[in-house]
């Protein structure tokens, strides 16, 4: 009796040990995760940069956190930028964007891919770089301009695929971007830029 009454003291000193972390700037940040070595879990560890919430990636590169959904366990991070008058993405130097497979964090199968300025080989692989791929529209907007004209590709980055990676690289494809959830015939003002993570629940 004794040591279960201990027992369950212990058990609920140790539940109530986990702390959710405060805001970061106007935003929550739900548990798991972690944006400081003294709440949430630390398995989850994102960032607060100036009020900025960010996640880091296994090259060290930071993303911005656009959105957090703890309900579905999910996050989206904004895609990284394409250097103006280049078709270079910002983490080009990193190969993409790479996630560290010891953490409890995936890249979810609800992300359309679109790479461009890519090089012929990548013709081989499974991805659309006909003339009526996404991409094409994108090319012709904003961020895009610098990549028109280039050979791009889009693929749907489903779970045949690596969870753990998006590549560009030189002599590849040099920069990419991605939307969430992309409906087969949505037009581009309503795409929704970003990259959509989860996270493995903590239990
Ligand atoms: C496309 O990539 C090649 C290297 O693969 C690079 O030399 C070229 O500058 C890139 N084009 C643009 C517009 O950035
Ligand atoms: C490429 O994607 C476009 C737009 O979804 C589609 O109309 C076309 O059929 C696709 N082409 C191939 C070869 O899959
Ligand atoms: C997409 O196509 C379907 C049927 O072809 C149509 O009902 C729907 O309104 C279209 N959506 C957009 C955003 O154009
Ligand atoms: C990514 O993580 C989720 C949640 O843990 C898991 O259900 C899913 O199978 C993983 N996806 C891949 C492709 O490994």
Redesign the pocket.
């Known amino acids: 009796m004794v040591h279960a009454i201990l027992f369950l003291f212990v058990l609920l000193t140790q539940v109530s040990a986990y702390r959710v972390c405060p805001k970061c700037g106007k935003t929550k940040v739900p548990y798991p995760l972690s944006a400081d070595g003294n709440c949430g879990d630390p398995r989850y560890r994102i960032y607060c940069n100036d009020g900025v919430l960010e996640f880091m990636s296994a090259q060290g590169f930071y993303y911005k956190i656009n959105r957090i959904n703890p309900k579905t366990n999910k996050l989206v991070i904004k895609p990284p930028s394409i250097e103006e008058d280049t078709c270079y993405s910002s983490d080009l130097d990193q190969g993409g964007l790479i996630l560290d497979e010891s953490l409890p964090f995936n890249i979810s199968t609800r992300n359309t891919v679109m790479l461009f300025n890519c090089s012929d080989n990548i013709l081989l692989s499974p991805l659309n770089c006909s003339s009526s791929s996404f991409c094409r529209e994108f090319e012709e907007v904003g961020e895009g301009y610098g990549c028109r004209g280039t050979l791009c590709c889009h693929y749907l980055k489903d779970s045949s695929m690596t969870s753990h990676r998006i590549r560009v690289r030189v002599g590849g494809c040099t920069a990419y971007t991605c939307v969430v959830d992309k409906?087969?015939?949505?037009?581009i003002e309503?795409w929704n830029f970003g990259i959509e993570l989860q996270w493995l629940p903590p239990f």
């Open positions: 409906q087969a015939n949505d037009s309503s």
